[in-house]
């Protein structure tokens, strides 16, 4: 879909556990400069040129892509489309490109040793998961970017927007003159997990305070539908956020608990709560903490301390 002159905005339905991504492509004069270049393995791959296709766009004129964060849903394909279309740009942000250069390390980001920690006997590996659903790929980027950065592809001129709390060199971008703002993972179908090591909850909400600052008139997610409403999705997912967090405390009210135990109690399915659950909790509780509100105990417990 041309949203406008010269922008595609190429959506990927929802159909599975881990969809690629959608994909924004801006036409210049030198040819196409994709945000994004979707999930690895055949399927995705082949999904992906259909959508080219369909919009009457060739793969073989790209000349760059930016990396919104080393995530296999966003560039799983890079490997693939780098080696198809020779002298290809990659942009990134300056925090990803260790992860985009070396998968092995979003482990850590990840933080599944808290899953062998909370849940033992169960085994989490981010490679091994993403394998099954959309397999990634690394590569050297050819330019990174930090916050405040502009890239300018034709008429249009976007600024970079730093976004941790889900991955730790997660990028937004604000292109002005429209006033559309392109969030990857931040916004959209749903809140999207965050990790002590991406940065967190506080991370994740410094970030929505930061799209609240530059009021879009609209924004381009990397999952679902164009956003309209860009102020009530902000406050959504805040609210989303912060009821989370007052479930946290709920459950302690009744008395000191274990971090499996929180977990158990405020992520309701059974199959996300070895993960993202219990990332998510410990980014919680990490808040809390800093805020005095909580506190550890004996026995593994996190307690309230009758602050906040």
């Given at each position: 879909?041309?949203?406008?002159?010269?922008v595609?905005?190429?959506?990927?339905?929802?159909?599975?556990?881990?969809d690629?991504?959608?994909i924004?492509?801006?036409?210049d004069?030198?040819?196409l400069?994709?945000?994004?270049i979707?999930?690895?393995?055949?399927?995705?791959?082949?999904?992906?040129?259909?959508?080219?296709e369909?919009?009457?766009?060739?793969?073989?004129?790209?000349?760059?892509?930016?990396?919104?964060?080393?995530?296999?849903?966003?560039?799983?394909?890079?490997?693939?489309?780098?080696?198809?279309?020779?002298?290809?740009?990659?942009?990134?942000?300056?925090?990803?490109?260790?992860?985009l250069?070396?998968?092995?390390?979003?482990?850590?980001?990840?933080?599944?040793e808290?899953?062998?920690?909370?849940?033992?006997?169960?085994?989490?590996?981010?490679?091994?998961?993403?394998?099954?659903?959309?397999?990634?790929?690394?590569?050297?980027?050819?330019?990174?970017?930090?916050?405040g950065?502009?890239?300018?592809w034709?008429?249009?001129?976007?600024?970079?927007?730093?976004?941790?709390?889900?991955?730790?060199?997660?990028?937004?971008?604000?292109?002005?003159?429209?006033?559309?703002?392109?969030?990857?993972?931040?916004?959209?179908?749903?809140?999207?997990?965050?990790?002590?090591?991406?940065?967190?909850?506080?991370?994740?909400?410094?970030?929505?305070?930061?799209?609240?600052?530059?009021?879009?008139?609209?924004?381009?997610?990397?999952?679902?539908?164009?956003?309209?409403?860009?102020?009530?999705?902000?406050?959504?997912?805040?609210?989303?956020?912060?009821?989370?967090?007052?479930?946290?405390?709920?459950?302690?009210?009744?008395?000191?608990?274990?971090?499996?135990e929180?977990?158990t109690?405020?992520?309701?399915?059974?199959?996300q709560?070895?993960?993202?659950?219990?990332?998510?909790v410990?980014?919680?509780?990490?808040?809390?903490?800093?805020?005095?509100?909580?506190?550890?105990?004996?026995?593994?417990?996190?307690?309230?301390?009758?602050?906040?």
């Amino acid at each position: 879909m041309e949203i406008q002159r010269d922008v595609h905005f190429l959506k990927v339905p929802k159909s599975g556990i881990i969809d690629s991504s959608n994909i924004v492509v801006i036409r210049d004069a030198d040819g196409l400069a994709c945000v994004d270049i979707g999930g690895g393995g055949e399927p995705n791959i082949r999904q992906t040129l259909r959508l080219f296709e369909a919009e009457g766009l060739r793969i073989s004129e790209i000349h760059t892509v930016l990396i919104s964060h080393t995530h296999a849903d966003h560039m799983g394909a890079i490997g693939h489309f780098r080696d198809l279309v020779p002298g290809m740009t990659v942009v990134d942000h300056e925090a990803d490109a260790p992860f985009l250069r070396d998968n092995r390390l979003l482990n850590g980001i990840f933080d599944a040793e808290l899953v062998a920690r909370h849940f033992p006997g169960t085994r989490f590996d981010i490679l091994e998961f993403y394998r099954n659903f959309c397999p990634i790929s690394e590569t050297r980027p050819d330019r990174t970017v930090v916050e405040g950065d502009v890239l300018e592809w034709g008429e249009f001129v976007f600024e970079v927007i730093h976004t941790p709390g889900h991955h730790p060199g997660h990028i937004s971008l604000f292109e002005r003159t429209h006033r559309d703002l392109f969030v990857g993972d931040m916004l959209g179908v749903e809140v999207p997990f965050y990790t002590p090591h991406s940065g967190g909850v506080e991370a994740y909400l410094a970030s929505l305070d930061k799209y609240r600052a530059l009021e879009p008139a609209r924004i381009i997610p990397s999952h679902g539908d164009l956003i309209e409403e860009p102020a009530q999705a902000i406050e959504e997912a805040a609210g989303k956020v912060l009821r989370r967090q007052e479930r946290l405390c709920e459950a302690l009210k009744a008395g000191p608990r274990t971090l499996r135990e929180l977990v158990t109690e405020v992520v309701r399915s059974p199959s996300q709560q070895a993960f993202p659950g219990v990332a998510i909790v410990a980014s919680h509780l990490a808040k809390l903490a800093n805020e005095g509100i909580v506190q550890a105990v004996e026995g593994n417990r996190i307690a309230l301390t009758g602050k906040g």
